[in-house]
């Protein structure tokens, strides 16, 4: 393969780099799939397994938002070192390790694929529609991860058991390794001219607090859905059946945000979506018992607005900084969104109440509304003044 020393982003490298992104978060999905087979196993126990599963998204987050200080000059190594090393870490834990082990193997994981993560969006605000590559990116994350929890559950895990999984899971990544190949060997500032007049404002915050309430409330219902629906009076294949559901919706939600993107301006795509949020988390809260219809309805509105805010929160991120370092520290907000919002829903329920799970979505959604309201009335400092003082 010829080297590629062009910084310019073309399109078969946009589809390379979000095939990275989604393999990187593909632990996300299947989180409770593989950690759940340990815990049948008597590998780990149920505590140790939320614990495992809040480290490793934590460091995700962490590793998105730490790579930002990381050399674009080294741009392709960097993304094959950290698969390479992701791939290290998923052989190591199949092995009989020690239980403190085993976690600083999984913190080791999370910091790399936040790296992998972070080296997508990279690529994304370098190309032509960032808004939309970022709408793609986030129907493409929902769609692997489903096909592969399918792969896991239907052919894999009953043969092979969580070791079969996290061997599995390697040579997805290994896939994304090869694909690192054609990123290119280096990356040039979003904006040569505003290089190095980068300042941190009020302007800039927002669209990083409005990302993280955001996620955290949808994360905190999400967490819970399954007892949620059984709270309404769902039976547990009820519920499950709801929950794959769910995921179909999402990816309806998902490419509409993404074909929308270009109508629809940021502020308006993320109050409609934070709107029919609140609206699903208050109908979730106050829906009858029995009335599992409702609960349903409810349920896929809350599916279908999850991945149709993600663009509409990349361009907020853009229209904030022209830069492009907000929006590389866009997954990072997200993902710690994502493992707060469950952890406060978890603070929050009182023995079975669980519907409190709903109240901690609908009022983080509520912050993330307001603080997307206080950013239409703070003008955003025009960088090239700020180059010129």
Known sequence: MPENNDTRIVS????????????????????????????????ITLDTMGLLVMAEIVALGLGAGLAVKLSLEQFRRIVVTAGVLVVVCNLLTTLHV????????????????GVLVWSTVCVIVRSKVPERNSG???????????AFASVLTGLVMPIYSWRGGFISLTAVVLVGVGLGGLLPKRLSPVSETLEGFFVWDIAKVLPLAIAFFQQAGLGAAWAYLEPLGQSAGMSDMQSEALISTVLCIEVLGGLLGTALVRRLAPVGGVLLA????????????????????????????????????????????????SSGKIATLLPAAQVLGVAFGPLVAALSIDGEHVRAAATVCLILTACSAIACIASTSIATPRPLQKAAE
């Open 12 to 43: 078969h490298q946009i589809a390379a780099s979000i095939l990275i992104g989604g393999i990187a978060l593909l632990i996300s999905g299947v989180q409770p799939i593989l950690f759940g087979a340990m815990v049948n196993e008597k590998r």
């Open 98 to 113: 020690s239980l403190l082990l085993l976690f600083l193997i999984r913190i080791c994981t999370g910091l790399a694929e």
């Open 136 to 146: 793609i990116f986030s129907v493409f994350q929902v769609l692997i991860q489903a």
């Open 274 to 321: 934070a709107t029919a949020t609140i609206v699903s988390a208050l109908g979730m809260i106050t829906v009858a018992k029995g009335a599992i219809t409702e609960f349903s309805v409810f349920a896929m509105i809350f599916g279908f607005f999850w991945p149709f805010v993600m663009p509409y929160e990349m361009g907020l991120a853009l229209r904030s900084d």
